[in-house]
Every structure is written in C-alpha cells, then in structure tokens.
C-alpha cells in the first residue's frame, strides 16, 4: 500500500509560480515512475508530467516549458514546479505512483489561477 499525499496548491495570479510536493509512505518514489496528473472542471484527468526510475521525464504539450518534474528519493518525494501559469492551469492536481502492484493516487491539490 502506498499513500501519496500532495501539498503546494493554491490560488496565483497568471504568469506566477507554484511548487507542488507530493510525499510518498514508502519508498515508492525512487521504484516507480511517478507522475503528476491534473483535471479541470468538466474535463477528463489529464497527464501533466512523469519521471521514470532512472530520471527520464515526459511532458504533455501544453506545459513543456514551463513545468519541472523532479524527484527526491531521500525524501520520498516528487515535485512538481510550475511556472509562467495561465489560466487553463486552474486544476486539481494529483500524484500518481505506476507500481507493479497498480496505480495508485493522491487526494489532489487545488491549483487556482487568475487572470
């Protein structure tokens, strides 16, 4: 069982900056590849950003550039760096861990952007 638990969100004005923590129970975090979804009203949960065991990191389109996925294993932690936000960022934003016994989730940070 692994619970993830996310921190960081609130409300920024547009072109501000946030970090996201999302904090692992176990040592998941350096196992698996972790990511970080988001999901606006009335849309499907999207994938934002992932990190594989050995670093590598994929971006959806929409946020290259200007999102950082990062890890660290001592910690037991991932973060999710957002800057330049506009917007269509307003979303709940959640931690998800790819692990071979399934996908597991967090609660979800709210992440408010105004213009």
């Known amino acids: 069982q692994v619970q993830l638990v996310e921190s960081g969100g609130g409300l920024v004005q547009a072109g501000g900056s946030l970090r996201l923590s999302c904090a692992a129970s176990?040592?998941?975090?350096?196992?698996?590849?972790m990511g970080w979804y988001r999901q606006a009203p009335g849309k499907q949960r999207e994938l934002v950003a992932t990190i594989s065991v050995g670093g590598n990191t994929q971006y959806a389109d929409s946020v290259k550039g200007r999102f950082t996925i990062s890890r660290d294993n001592a910690k037991n932690t991932v973060y999710l760096q957002m800057s330049s936000l506009t917007v269509e960022d307003t979303a709940v934003y959640y931690c998800?861990?790819?692990?071979?016994?399934?996908?597991?989730w967090g609660q979800g940070t709210q992440v408010t952007v105004s213009s």
């Open positions: 176990t040592s998941a975090v350096r196992s698996n590849t």
């Open positions: 998800n861990a790819a692990t071979t016994w399934g996908a597991y």
